[in-house]
C-alpha cells in the first residue's frame, strides 16, 4: 500500500467504488480506496439490486436519473458486466388515493423528463399477469426501472476507477484517523499509515464507526431487512422479464430472479441492527431468517400476487443496511473537519450511488456540488440529531417507506423533543405543532382541544378554515405568531461589515436598520437569504433558515472572517414572538418607552428596545408583509413577553397564528423561501432578489456570476399564479404548462385567504415573463388554468408593511 494520496476513500462498497470512479473522472488520479474485507463485504453483497428514479426530492430523482444512465458507460470502460436488466417498472395503487399520489408523481416526472404512464387495473394485470386486479384501482408504468447485479456494479466501478489510476487496497481495516494542522489526515490501517489530504467515509454499515474516529456522531442506523425468492413459476417460462413492482399498499416490491420472484418487504415493526456499535467481524455476512416479522406483509402479498402462494420459497435472505433519519444519503464536507467528506446513509445504492459519486467528486474536485444536493447534505442535521433521535426517525421512516406522505402531514416520532418556553402556553390554546429540526412550532390553532387534529389530505384540510381566520385576524386586526423556529447568527468585532459585505450579496444595513440579503456561492447560485439587522458599528444580528444552520456554518467556516471578527450561532439562545396587523403598532407602542410611529421607527428599523420590563431587540419588519414587528429576546424572557403580549393585545382583537397562515401571506405577497423559491438551482435575478443584489459595493462572493446574470437575465424567472383550483391547491413540485408543453415547476402553493383565490409560486423560462395566460398547474393529474400575476396579489406596492 503506498504511503501518499491525494484522497483516501474508506469502504469498497458500491458507494466507496462510485465515489473513487468519479474522482478519477474528475481528473484526481492519485486516489486511494482501503477495503477491510472483499469489495461489497458490507451492506452491498446481498441487496436486490432494483433501482428506480422517482424520489420525493426531484433533485434526488435527476441523480438516480444519472446513476441509472451510467450503467452502460461504466461497462464499456471496465469490461465488467453490470448485470443490468431493464424490464421496466410498475407501481401498483390500491387505494383512490394512491393513485392520487402516482397521479403526482406522473406530473412531477414530466419536468424531469420521465416517460410514465397511468394505467387502469385491467391493464396491470395484462402487463403483469401475477396480481390479482380486484386488489388495484390503478397503476403508474416507468420504463426506466430494473436491477443490476451488486457485485458487478462495484467491480465495474472499481474496475474503472482503476484504470482512471486509482488503487484499490483489500483487507486491511483503517482503525484510527488523525488530523494533522495543515489539513491533511494521517490514515492508521492494519497495514501501515498513508498521508492524505483527503478522507471520504464512505464506510457503509461502519460509517458511523469511522464517524466516531474523528469524534462524530453521524445520524445514521442499520435496519434489517429482509426478502424472499420464491421458486421457479411455471407462468414465466418461456415470457419475457416480469416489470420490477411496488404494491404500495402491501409495502412489499419484487423483481423476477431467474424463473422465480424476488419479494421483499418493509415491516411496520422494523427491527434497528447493531443500534450501538456495529461489529467489525461481520463479514459478507447475513442475519438470521425472520419470516415471522414479515409474516403480515406475505399474508398481504399471497394475496395481491397468488401464483407466488403456489410455489415454494427458495431462499430467504436477511440483511442490514443504513439510513439516515429522513431516508435521504448524508453527503458532502463535515463543518469543523477539514478535509473530510461523508458519503453514506445512502438506503438505494443502485439508484443513488452514481449521482452521490458524482456530486461528492465534484464537489471535493472542483469546490461545489455542481447539482442542488440540499436534500441529501450531511450539513441538514446538526447536534439534534443524536444517536437516539436516529433510532426513533430511522424506524419510523422504514415502517413508512411504501406510504403516503401527505402535504399536510407531521410525523410523530421523537416529538417532542425540543420545546421553547411558550410550548405549553401555546398546548393551552389547542396548538398544532409541526416538527422543525427536531423543535415543536406551531402549524395553526383550533378553537378547541376536540378540534385540534387535522385529517391528512392532498385536499384542502379540516384546517382550512381555521387557518382562514388567523389570515383575517391579521390582515384586519392583530396576530401573534411564535418565531423561535430561524437561525441566528451574531457578527461582532472590528472589520464585521468589511467580512459581512464580502459573503453577503447587498450592502451591510446602517446602524438601527434592517437589509434583506442573498448569499451567492462562487457560481452566483442561491445559498441562503439573510436579514442582517445592524445593531451597532461592530454588531449585527443576522436571521436567516434554522434548517441551514449547519450548512451556513460550513461556508462561514470556508470563508472564515478575519481574526477579530467573531461569527456566533445563536439560533436558540434568542427566542422570538412577533405582532402583525394593523394593530401591531398600537399594541407595541402602548408597551415600549420609544416612538414608534413610521418616522421614528420605519420600515426595516432594529433597534434593542424595552417592552415592558423585557430587554429585547425589535425589527420592524414582517414576513406576512403587514405592518409588523420581530421581538427578540433570550430564551428566559420568552413567557413574560407572551403574556404580555396576549395580554395587553386582548382589547385590539389578538389572535394566535401559526407557520401554514404565515406561509399564505407570504405567497400572497410572493415572498421566497429557503429551499423552494430559493436553492443553489437558481441566481438572486432568476428569483427575483435582484434589487437585494449590490453590484456597486466592491467585491463579493459570486459577484462575477451575478454580474453575467444581470446582463444576461438567466433563464429562468420565479413568478406568481393565481389557480383556477377547486379543493386542493398546489403545495410544491407540480408541472407548469404552457401552451400544452410542461415549461417549469412550482415551488410553493397555498390558498390565499385575504385575496380567495389559489396561488402558487414556481419557476418558468425567462422567455415567457411577458405572457400572463395560456398557462396551467397540473393539481392531482387534473391541469389547472392558470394566470401569472405580474406583481403580488396582495398589497404589491407594500404600502401596509411601510405604513
Ligand atoms: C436485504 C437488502 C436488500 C437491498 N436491496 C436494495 C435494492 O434493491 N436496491 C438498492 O439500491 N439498494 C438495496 N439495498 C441497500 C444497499 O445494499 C445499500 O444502499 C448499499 O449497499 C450501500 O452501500 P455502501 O457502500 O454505502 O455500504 P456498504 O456496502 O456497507 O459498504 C461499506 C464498506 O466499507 C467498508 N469499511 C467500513 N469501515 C471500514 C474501515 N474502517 N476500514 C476499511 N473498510 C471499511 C466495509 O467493509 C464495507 O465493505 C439492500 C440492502 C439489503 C440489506
Not at 409495502?251 to 461489529?279: D, H, K, M
Not at 399474508?299 to 439510513?323: D, M, S, W, Y
Not at 433521535?389 to 411504501?402: D, G, Q
Request: aromatic share 10%.
Amino acid at each position: 500500500m503506498k504511503s501518499d494520496a491525494r484522497v483516501v476513500v474508506i469502504g469498497g462498497g458500491v458507494v466507496g467504488a462510485s465515489v473513487l470512479y468519479h474522482l478519477t473522472r474528475a481528473g484526481w488520479k492519485d486516489v486511494l480506496l482501503i477495503e477491510r474485507g472483499e469489495l461489497t463485504c458490507g451492506s452491498t453483497w446481498h441487496a436486490a439490486g432494483g433501482m428506480h428514479t422517482l424520489n420525493g426530492d426531484p433533485n434526488v430523482a435527476k441523480l438516480q436519473q444519472y446513476t441509472i444512465n451510467l450503467y452502460k458507460e461504466l461497462e464499456k470502460i471496465s469490461g465488467q458486466s453490470c448485470g443490468l436488466h431493464m424490464p421496466g417498472g410498475i407501481m401498483l395503487a390500491g387505494t383512490r388515493e394512491r393513485f392520487d399520489w402516482l397521479k403526482m408523481a406522473k406530473a412531477r416526472g414530466r419536468y424531469l423528463g420521465m416517460e410514465l404512464e397511468l394505467i387502469s387495473a385491467e391493464e396491470a394485470a395484462r402487463v403483469f399477469p401475477i396480481i390479482d386486479k380486484r386488489h388495484f384501482v390503478g397503476a403508474l408504468l416507468d420504463p426506466i426501472e430494473g436491477h443490476v447485479d451488486p457485485y458487478g456494479v462495484t467491480h465495474a466501478y472499481a474496475k474503472a476507477a482503476q484504470i482512471g489510476g486509482a488503487q484499490v487496497v483489500r483487507h486491511t481495516r483503517v482503525t484510527d484517523l488523525k488530523a494533522r494542522g495543515d489539513g491533511s489526515w494521517d490514515v492508521i490501517t492494519e497495514a501501515g499509515n498513508v498521508h492524505a489530504e483527503h478522507v471520504v467515509n464512505a464506510g457503509g454499515l461502519w460509517a458511523r464507526e469511522v464517524g466516531r474516529m474523528v469524534g462524530l456522531e453521524l445520524p445514521v442506523l442499520a435496519m434489517q431487512h429482509q426478502y424472499l425468492i420464491t421458486e421457479d413459476l411455471p407462468a414465466l417460462k418461456g415470457q419475457k422479464e416480469l416489470l420490477t413492482c411496488i404494491d404500495f399498499e402491501g409495502e412489499i416490491y419484487t423483481r423476477q430472479e431467474r424463473g422465480g420472484v424476488l419479494l421483499g418487504t418493509y415491516e411496520r415493526a422494523g427491527v434497528p441492527w447493531s443500534p450501538l456499535q456495529t461489529p467489525w467481524d461481520f463479514t459478507q455476512s447475513l442475519l438470521p431468517e425472520d419470516l415471522d416479522r414479515i409474516a403480515p406483509s406475505l399474508e398481504v402479498g399471497f394475496q395481491h400476487f397468488p401464483a407466488l402462494g403456489e410455489v415454494g420459497i427458495r431462499k430467504v435472505v436477511n440483511g442490514p443496511f443504513t439510513f439516515a433519519p429522513d431516508g435521504n444519503p448524508l453527503v458532502g464536507p463535515v463543518r469543523g473537519l477539514r478535509n473530510f467528506w461523508v458519503a453514506c446513509g445512502v438506503m438505494a445504492g443502485f439508484s443513488q450511488g452514481g449521482g452521490v459519486g458524482l456530486a461528492l467528486s465534484q464537489w471535493m474536485v472542483e469546490g461545489d456540488p455542481g447539482a442542488d444536493v440540499w436534500a441529501m447534505d450531511v450539513a441538514r442535521y446538526g447536534d439534534w440529531a443524536t444517536l437516539a433521535y436516529t433510532n426513533a426517525k430511522v424506524r419510523e421512516n422504514y415502517s413508512r417507506r411504501f406510504r403516503i406522505r401527505f402535504p399536510n402531514e407531521e410525523l410523530t416520532a421523537a416529538r417532542p423533543l425540543r420545546t421553547t418556553p411558550v410550548y405549553e402556553r401555546l398546548q393551552a390554546e389547542h396548538a398544532v405543532f409541526g416538527d422543525y429540526c427536531g423543535l415543536e412550532h406551531p402549524l395553526w390553532f383550533a378553537p378547541s382541544a376536540a378540534e385540534a387534529t387535522e385529517d391528512v389530505t392532498f385536499h384542502r384540510s379540516s384546517a382550512h378554515r381555521h387557518v382562514a381566520a388567523e389570515c383575517q385576524a391579521v390582515r384586519e386586526a392583530l396576530g401573534l405568531l411564535e418565531i423561535s423556529n430561524y437561525g441566528k447568527f451574531e457578527v461582532t468585532g472590528p472589520g464585521t461589515e468589511e467580512w459581512l459585505s464580502y459573503v453577503m450579496a447587498n450592502r451591510v444595513p446602517k446602524v438601527g436598520r434592517i437589509a434583506l440579503t442573498p448569499m451567492l456561492n462562487e457560481r452566483g447560485k442561491l445559498i441562503g437569504d439573510f436579514t442582517l439587522c445592524r445593531l451597532s458599528a461592530q454588531r449585527v444580528f443576522l436571521i436567516c433558515t434554522y434548517a441551514a444552520e449547519e450548512y451556513y456554518r460550513r461556508w462561514f467556516e470556508r470563508h472564515a472572517p478575519p481574526p477579530g471578527v467573531t461569527v456566533r450561532p445563536c439560533a436558540m439562545e434568542y427566542v422570538g414572538l412577533s405582532v402583525a396587523g394593523p394593530r401591531s403598532r398600537a399594541l407595541l407602542q402602548g408597551l415600549v418607552r420609544e416612538d414608534l410611529s413610521s418616522a421614528a421607527f420605519p420600515f426595516l428599523s432594529f433597534r434593542p428596545l424595552d417592552v415592558g420590563m423585557i430587554p429585547a431587540l425589535v425589527g420592524r419588519i414582517s414576513f406576512t408583509g403587514d405592518l409588523g414587528y420581530e421581538i427578540w429576546v433570550t430564551t428566559e424572557y420568552q413567557r413574560a413577553l407572551y403574556d404580555l403580549l396576549v395580554g395587553a393585545g386582548a382589547e385590539q382583537g389578538l389572535k394566535l397564528f401559526g407557520g401554514r397562515a404565515l406561509n399564505t401571506m407570504r405567497i400572497e405577497k410572493s415572498f421566497g423561501t429557503w429551499a423552494r423559491e430559493y436553492r443553489p438551482i437558481y441566481g438572486p435575478y432568476e428569483a427575483g432578489l435582484g434589487r437585494f443584489v449590490d453590484l456597486q459595493k466592491g467585491e463579493f462572493v459570486g459577484r462575477a456570476a451575478a454580474l453575467e446574470e444581470r446582463d444576461s437575465g438567466g433563464a429562468l424567472r420565479l413568478v406568481t399564479f393565481t389557480v383556477d383550483a377547486s379543493d386542493a391547491d398546489a403545495t410544491g413540485d407540480e408541472p407548469i404548462w404552457h401552451d400544452g408543453k410542461v415549461v417549469g415547476w412550482v415551488t410553493s402553493g397555498a390558498y390565499g385567504h385575504s385575496v380567495r383565490q389559489s396561488l402558487a409560486l414556481g419557476y418558468v423560462p425567462a422567455a415567457l415573463t411577458s405572457e400572463t395566460s395560456g398557462f396551467e398547474i397540473e393539481i392531482i393529474g387534473e391541469r389547472r388554468k392558470a394566470l401569472r400575476q405580474p406583481v403580488a396579489v396582495f398589497d404589491p406596492d407594500g404600502t401596509r408593511m411601510r405604513a
